[in-house]
């Protein structure tokens, strides 16, 4: 019984609301209607009303009656006020609120877009390096047998045995003992022995040996068949191309390795897409086999060529790949917050003002001076397209 008091009571409390909200209502004028866009006249008369099929709009009769195609029932043609432009839209109020249009003034200003590129990652081109013969001989031994491996800095690579290196030694440590032997010599005869030292020192490193290698063969004074080769660079052995026992030429290339540490990534732009595209814009990206990650970088080149078949041009950018989470073959999806100033020319606000390096968008300063990473002096980045 309690129970239903308390309904009760609270029944009275939302009927009296409903009846002040009614009331409130009654004296509250319509507001004005603030359509913008043009909409019917509704003071047609009836003389000029025309007929139309919901479903054949090129139906239009003087008469009500039934469409000749489907036999739907004619509908009144509404918005006929025959003052309309090719370029003009006229809606009745009701479809206006159906299709909530919102309207503003058109003005002069900044222009704004988002645009999204696909794109796949790339090797660094700058940051690939071979290892390849620099005399001709046999592979005795690859210490580095597959691709994939990460090499550091001066690892050993493999051995190569040349008889080539063999004399070169040999004429070094003669060389060593004619320079130790000239003590009594004239000036002239030191000065010749010297010169033919530092000769066959540098044969030796044009052979490809390294200053320690050719000091130890120095100090030994056993010259040796095999010389072995160390990597120049940090990074993945992304190609080999020898087997142990081959014999190679000079030049022969028998390791690529590419330094991931930073790739590249290529997206594909329309040409529709160009005229919001400027070198050093940021450029966020993702990775469907990295969920969750997103990547940032700025565009540092933009091919000058379209490619024909695909109607795209190259935009590239560099990114840095610290944890090597982003491989070289993925795919990704690129966006960019794309500006246009007054003069309809692609702009990064960012770089308003700024001086940067036309070939690292990354390097970017108040002041001009060089780039730190390739010594190219600043431009201003207004200057680049
Ligand atoms: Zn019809
Ligand atoms: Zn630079």
Not at 75 to 84: A, M, Y
Not at 87 to 101: D, H, R, T
Not at 186 to 193: C, D, H, L, M, P
Request: aromatic letters at 8%; glycine letters at 8%; a negative charge.
């Amino acid at each position: 019984m309690e129970n239903f008091m308390n309904i009760l009571k609270n029944n009275k409390i939302t009927i009296g609301l409903i009846l002040i909200a009614f009331f409130l209502g009654l004296w509250i004028p319509n507001g004005d209607s603030t359509a913008k866009v043009a909409t019917n006249n509704e003071s047609h008369s009836s003389e000029t009303q025309v007929w139309t099929c919901s479903m054949h709009p090129n139906v239009q009769l003087p008469v009500s009656g039934q469409c000749p195609i489907c036999f739907m029932d004619l509908i009144p043609l509404e918005s006929e006020s025959g003052s309309l432009q090719p370029n003009q839209l006229s809606m009745s109020e009701s479809a206006m609120k159906l299709a909530s249009i919102e309207t503003i003034p058109a003005a002069y200003g900044i222009a704004k877009m988002e645009i999204h590129l696909s794109g796949k990652v790339e090797f660094d081109e700058s940051r690939i390096g071979n290892i390849t013969a620099w005399v001709p001989g046999r592979l005795e031994r690859m210490f580095v047998d597959y691709t994939g491996i990460t090499v550091n800095k001066g690892d050993h690579m493999m051995e190569l045995y040349s008889p080539e290196v063999y004399t070169a030694q040999e004429e070094l440590i003669q060389a060593r003992k004619l320079v130790e032997s000239s003590s009594g010599q004239s000036a002239f005869g030191q000065k010749n022995v010297k010169a033919t030292l530092a000769a066959s020192r540098e044969k030796l490193r044009l052979m490809g040996l390294l200053d320690k290698q050719i000091k130890k063969i120095e100090s030994s004074e056993s010259p040796t068949n095999l010389i072995t080769v160390y990597s120049p660079m940090t990074g993945v052995v992304i190609q080999k191309n020898g087997v142990e026992g081959a014999y190679v030429k000079t030049g022969t290339n028998i390791y690529t390795i590419a330094d991931l540490s930073r790739v590249w990534v290529i997206f594909d732009a329309y040409e529709s897409d160009l005229p919001w595209l400027a070198f050093g814009q940021n450029i966020t990206f993702s990775a469907e086999a990295i969920p969750g990650e997103t990547f940032k970088g700025h565009i540092a080149f933009i091919d000058p060529v379209l490619d024909a078949k695909t109607r795209t041009v190259k935009v590239r950018m560099n990114v840095q790949n610290p944890d090597g989470l982003i491989k070289p073959g993925m795919f990704v999806q690129g966006t960019i917050q794309a500006t246009l100033d007054g003069d309809g020319k692609a702009i990064n606000p960012e770089l308003a003002n700024k001086w940067i390096c036309p070939m690292h968008p990354e390097v970017v300063r108040d002041q001009k001076g060089d780039c730190e990473v390739c010594g190219m002096d600043l431009v201003k980045s207004e200057s680049m397209g």
